[in-house]
């Protein structure tokens, strides 16, 4: 690590002035940004530690909830609100890290995550969104993780997080505090960016910005579903994962919300997918149309080439679960 | 206010830069906290802080101002090892030895989650409570890394244990 | 002092099964394992020496070229920096297993990413590793670096089998296979990076190391710093697990050597995990022809496995992949070759099982293709194929226990030797299937010496530089003295891992038991003939247990007959003609059940039974822990371990624990390990074989053939990943 000057935040205002300076970060849970900055990824001059601040706790709000940032990720998935209304978000929670990581990864960093790409964490490699301009090594080198949807040919990493895609699914509002004092809200479908001609920006956040909340609008019938793929039985990224919000009427889909990780720069939302599910009867056919919706544009680096099917698969699977149709 | 680690206070680092993990093996001296990978892949640095396991690695010492630690040293003693430190010894629960101390700090930890209800990607139906089944052990350990391979030891030892205490 | 044992002919007294203590072979706990679970065991890093530096390896990020010049101008005014070392005694690869001289030299030479060529030293850690990401150095890169081993010029390892005509018998055969596998390359990836602290008095220079060998080390590290041995000792009582990542002194001993020498003060150099992966052995990626001819019968009557594995240019080790199929089966038309591509990716060299680890699988695989080929139950197709003598070379086998393993195994998992079309189970979405691999380990043996002592109160002192990497070794040898002896292993005490003792070959390739175990059985031996000859006994007629000895109907205390003196004896093991005059080898079967997600191609494995013959069981506890870590690796092998390199600069993309999958525990099921009783006196004086290998020798074929025989999708690539098994899954 490279030396740096430790602050701690007593008040939001506070934190604010201090992460407002320039190389200043903000630190919740530590678990990403510290493991970027042991590999001198992240480089901050002053560490500005949010622990104190009182964003710490669950709360009803506007007929839905309101998850403060500094919630830690273990808590919420042990939430019984969460866990009875919105077990989308508990299941994709739990889908990911360990229960140590958990334990200290915190609603607001989690968002902010960055990317598990092998050349943005290898500092002696090239990489346009460490180092803007020095090239991608990914799109000539080994794309296994990587993007198959919203790439550019500056950058073709992943979102690696799996709450972000729950709370994609489940339209949930990011709540930002800016560093002069104004309040903000972003919908977490927007809140993160594709990489384009600057993938170092992969969300919203400003200097000075801290997210303070996350709030979930009022809770919605039908099956919650996080369906993820991966190498390993736990304790791996997501090759590809699903979350998905469906409800039937009669034999017919009355909601469909979902959104996919390991696929794109963000948790992955088109609208036309549930679009094209509402109204209709399900039906391996209709599920196979949504994927086509999801894929249209899907390019492959070679290695990840797989991930076009696999993410077909996904999604039936996914919907075939929340549907009860079976294969 | 100082750092507790195993009930004995500790002032402090000067350098911002030193994690819990080094500053728990190297400045408190209790090198029984192993460190595999530093960068929270493998859980060896796994300890209890204020009760809760985290990777020791992936924290700074400073942000843990007035906190309690628990270390492996903390749970039991070559005359009065704990459960499951036993349990460990008589399952075979290790081989090599260097991921045992986060394995059981784990083990440690699980059997208070497992008491509080939390569920984990094993447990079914999220809203119900968690059952101590196999599945849930090991879903709940597999953010230890063991090499060796001593999985099925390690997991004997932990149903044993956790049987009588749940 | 001295008592020899050469092993010119198979040793079928069976001491061990004649004493009276009863504790060999019994499932004891570990004595040192107290230490363990309390956190007071010490490994290498973890000694705390006043005045100890810090050092942390800089390494190249290149592949192949020079360093013309390093600036250690960049780095010196950084708080804390006390020196760059950029010594010509560094070394730039870990040394191969035995290779007993210092490894490749000379830093600025680069010939792989990650390569180290300096070492930064500071007061502090956090000091150095900020000043080693500092360090300017200027290099100039050479354009013709080879990373594709496909592409690269490839050389023919000594010693292939050509024998008849395989082309004639595939031609000629009721049922023949000719298939190609690959298999990716492994990490070792033991739990505790490499990581060593120096001291130099100014005449001796102490190394507490993480290494397997120290035998070997000691003459590596002297060689590369131009000591003389006797002003060197390694120390390793505790090794943080090895799987041949420690068998040859690794670049930060030397590296810690020359700072401590250089600067007079204690330094510890840990290796962080990245370079641990980026520097050290990798185990070679294969790829593998087999062809197999059968008759109607299913007997094998040409049998073909070729590979090219790889390594830097001038490295001898070549994985030997084709090892065991050497003599596992028969069929008299033979070839077995192995080419070696010489490229620039770190050094190739032993990770568990080299060979059998990637040679099995694909072996049994194809054997599981040949059964379906043949319409035989692939159990009775390997029992048709057991050789009478080895296929080649003609020499009789020693104790071989592969139809006792490959039956009581299935017995155990419940095969059913019905047909095996796949598709046949479902639960829910996933494909339920069962699969059988063989397994084969060559045995090896070394010199080994090792003293114990009977000391004058009836205890017992076991002293060997023979390490102990969790395989076990603190419990077996005292296991050993204790049955011998007469006494309780309690009162054995086992000191291990020191240059100061007496010397074994250390641990690897699964020697080191029958080595180290057999020197502590002549000593032991040797000590109870001189307590015979004591009391005037015949040695035969001696029996010691508890602390009395019996003889010719009188009975004793030993403490009596030490009368305040102690009995020290080195036993020295030393293998003789019996390694030539017999194929020895462990055996074993491997049975899998496992589910294949219809929609995903997930692969879970649902159980495991395997069954070895492993040679006499010196304690059934450790030694069922061996093979349940064996069968683990099987599971990463078949399943997530993948070494990926990037093709335009050749470094390890995935060099951390993250992203090189290695299996946790939510991917171990329960499995089943069954010893088959087994005494082999061609095998060591105890009559024990390796067994820290044989489990993970073949094991992979099984999850493989259980794959197929879930879902109908055959593959040929190992590791095999989700998008692996949908790309091979046929249609719904």
Known sequence: ?327 | MPISINHQPYDLPDDPRVSLLDFIRHDAGQSGTKKGCDHGQCGACTVLVNGVRINSCLSLAVMHDGDEVTTIEGLGTIDQPSALQKAFLEHDGFQCGYCTPGQICSATALIEEIRAGWPSDATGDVEQAPKLTDEEIRERMSGNLCRCGAYPNIIAAIREVAETEL | MTALFKHDKPDNRNVLDHTAQGIIGQPLTRPEGILKVTGNATYAAEYAFDECLEGVLVTAPFAKGQVNSIDEKSVSSMPGVIKVITDKRLTARAAQGTANEAPKQNVCEVHYWGQPIALVVAETFEQARDAAKHLKFDYTEDTDAIFDPEAADSETEDGATQQGDLAHAMKQADASVDLHYSTEGHASAAMEPHASIAQWDGDTLTVHASLQMLNYNITELADAMGLKEGKVRLLSPFVGGGFGSKLGVSQDVVAASVAAMELGRPVRVVMSRQQVFQTIMRRSETTQRLRLAADADGKLTGFGHEALVSNLPNEEFAEPVTQSSEFLYGGENRVLQIEVARINRMTAGSVRAPGEAVGMPALEAAMDELAEKAGIDPVELRLRNIPEVHPSEGTPFSSRKLAECLKEGAAKFGWDSGPRTPRMQREGEWWIGTGVASAARVHNVGEAKARVTLQADGTALVQTDMTDIGTGTYAILGQIAGEMLGMSRDDVLVELGDTKHPRGPGSGGSWGAASSGSAVFVACEAIAEEIASLLGAAKDDLTLKDGIASWGGQTRPVTEILDGKAITKIGHYEPGDTEDDYAASSYGAFFAEVAVNQWTGETRVRRMTGAFGIGRVLNEKTARSQCLGGMVWCIGSALTESLLFDPVDGHLVNCDLAEYHVPVHRDVPDMDVILVEERDGAASPIQAKGVGELGMCGGAGAIANAIYNACGARLHDFPMTPDRVLAAMPAD
């Open chain 1, 1 to 327: 690590m490279k030396p740096f000057d430790y602050q701690r935040a007593e008040r939001l205002e506070h934190a604010g002035q201090l992460v407002a300076d320039s190389g200043a970060m903000a630190i919740a849970g530590g678990t990403n940004l510290l493991d970027l900055m042991k590999l001198q990824v992240e480089t901050p001059a002053t560490l500005v530690d949010l622990g104190a601040l009182p964003l710490d706790t669950i709360a009803e709000a506007d007929g839905g909830l309101r998850i403060g940032a500094l919630v830690t990720n273990t808590l919420t998935a042990a939430d019984a609100r969460i866990r009875g209304e919105y077990p989308l978000l508990a299941r994709a929670i739990l889908a990911g890290a360990t229960q140590q990581l958990r334990n200290k990864a915190t609603t607001g960093g989690n968002l902010c995550q960055r990317t598990r790409c092998y050349y943005f964490t290898n500092i002696d490699q090239p990489c346009n969104k460490r180092d803007p301009g020095s090239g991608c090594g990914a799109i000539k080198g080994i794309a296994r993780l990587h993007a198959i949807l919203g790439t550019s040919d500056q950058c073709i990493a992943t979102y690696p997080g799996d709450m972000a895609v729950a709370m994609c699914a489940l339209d949930a509002t990011v709540e930002i505090a800016g560093g002069d004092g104004s309040t903000r809200s972003v919908p977490v479908r927007d809140f993160h960016l594709l990489p384009g001609d600057t993938p170092q920006r992969e969300n919203v956040l400003e200097d000075g910005d801290i997210i303070t909340a996350v709030l979930l609008p009022p809770p919605v019938s039908g099956q919650q579903i996080y369906r993820k793929v991966r190498e390993r039985s736990s304790y791996a990224f997501a090759m590809c994962s699903v979350a998905a919000i469906v409800d039937q009427a009669d034999g017919t889909i009355t909601r469909a919300d979902l959104a996919f990780g390991g696929l794109a720069h963000k948790p992955w939302h088109d609208p036309r997918i549930g679009e094209l599910l509402v109204g209709a009867k399900p039906s391996l056919t209709l599920f196979d149309k949504a994927a086509d919706l999801l894929l249209e544009n899907a390019q492959g680096y070679g290695e990840n080439d797989y991930k076009i099917p696999l993410a077909r698969r996904a999604l039936a699977a996914a919907l075939c679960d929340a549907t009860g149709l079976t294969a």
